[in-house]
């Protein structure tokens, strides 16, 4: 097999993939369109900011390659960047691999102490950040002890990326690198504690484009792809880049904040044959579709993930639009969706099955797998898994088990095989010394009419026990107060165990999230 290649046999299920021994993965998902005839091929739309073609992709690719070593940054150095969705994005993150560099895609949504620990922690050569993020960046570069070289806005007025990009060459020799070496970072969201610095490898993109994308969801050249869900994630940067690149499709982009409004005026106008959400909104679109009725005739799959995906959700999307939704699981560390519906197999209330070169299984306390129906850790092995955690090897030995991925989730298999998502494990509630998930309530409140969103958490009574306590999003604000409480009770009455009802109810008008939309309940057991 000559350098930089990968061989797919779809003969085997999962499939067979094999790499060549040196291997630069920006070879396959850029260069290899050009040889394939794909240069005027559309790869990227942006709303409200043209398109780009396979072949411009691939030069402009090389030019920011090329202007970071003009730079100075060197190979294995590390350029943090707060990019928008938007072509800049594919130049800047593939240029970095081509050229050696490791890029590293940070939320855009954090805040100046946020980006100065990861500059820090990163010890970052490089920072690249589009003008919207110019504030918090600027602080963070201040309050920083670390100092990158290279600091810039990907594109405007004076010292840009782009001005460097013009003047540097349209060749760039692939840097040698292997399948395992080190390509990319991923900061985790931080569901339980600070960011860690997630180390992946060059086939990982693959593993996850091949066993998903094709796999799951049959990803084609002639399907167009839109994630609201953003690329500076591990969800959003399979979604709206690598799987698309990597079958020579296309990908939409919409850089703003999605909401329902939005994300309608992109699919009536590109037409997307694909669409990854988020059970949020999701439900916000539901809730926008009893005002309006967009086209959604184009989308023929819809993913959910982030956040466990109510059953009457999944009913109620399903009853209006008719198109599937599939949800599932994936995570930082492992890069994307491991556990997942099928098109022709949707189980409610399930993440799915295991995805094909994933497999997952729940063990008890003592690390031994248990019987079908009864609750434990999720575990899960697969070729995309993490190399480690930077510099925390306590944190890399507690997640990474003898080839298997500790994933801090609590789950349970069904005899089907299908996952059913339990919550965090430091979310679930032990209630009159029953353990109790605060998922199911969760999706008992959410039927309800009146509510938009809910989260569940624990808090002491009187007696310092343990019982549940909602926080709730509704519709309509104005419905909030007693009355309403009292018919919420009676609503999780109906069908759940009298341990599992909440004990308070508060009506906030949202709920803290991580970027990929995980309901942050740490931040709701603190106040």
Known sequence: MSDNTVSVDTSTTPASINFSESFNVAVPFIDRHLDEGRGNKIAIRVHNGGEVTYATLAEHVNRAGNALIDLGVQKDDRVLMMVKDSAEFFYVFWGAIKAGILPVPINTLLVAKDYAYMIENSEAAGVIYSAEFSGEVMAAL???PHKPRVALLTEGDGDTLAKHMASASPDLTPSPASPEGDCFWLYSSGTTGGPKGVVHAHKDM????????????????????????????AYGLGNGMTFPLWVGAEAVFYPGPPTPDAVHEVIETFKPTIYYGVPTLYAAQLKAMENSEPDLSSIRVCTSAGEALPPDLLKRWMDKTGIPLLDGIGTTEILHIFLSNRIDNIKPGASGLAVPGYEGKIVDDEG???????????????????????????????????????????????????????????????VGGIWCSPVEIEGKLVEHPKVLEAAIVGREDDEKLIKPEAFIVLNDAADAGEELEAELLEHCKSSLARYKYPHWFNFVEDLPKTATGKIQRFKLRSN
Request: hydrophobic letters at 40%; glycine letters at 10%.
């Open 142 to 144: 201040e309050k920083s």
């Open 368 to 430: 031994q797998e248990v019987p079908a129906g009864e609750t434990g850790a999720l575990m899960i092995k697969g070729d995309s898994l993490l190399k480690l955690y930077w510099r925390n090897l306590e944190k890399t030995a507690d997640a990474l088990r003898d080839g298997w991925m500790y994933t801090g989730d609590t789950y349970y298999v069904d005899e089907d095989g299908f996952f059913f998502c339990c919550g965090r494990s430091d979310d679930m509630l032990k």
């Open 206 to 233: 693959v593993v996850t484009s091949q066993h998903y994308a094709v796999g799951i969801l049959g990803i084609t050249e002639a399907d167009i792809c839109f994630s609201a869900a953003k690329l500076f994630f």
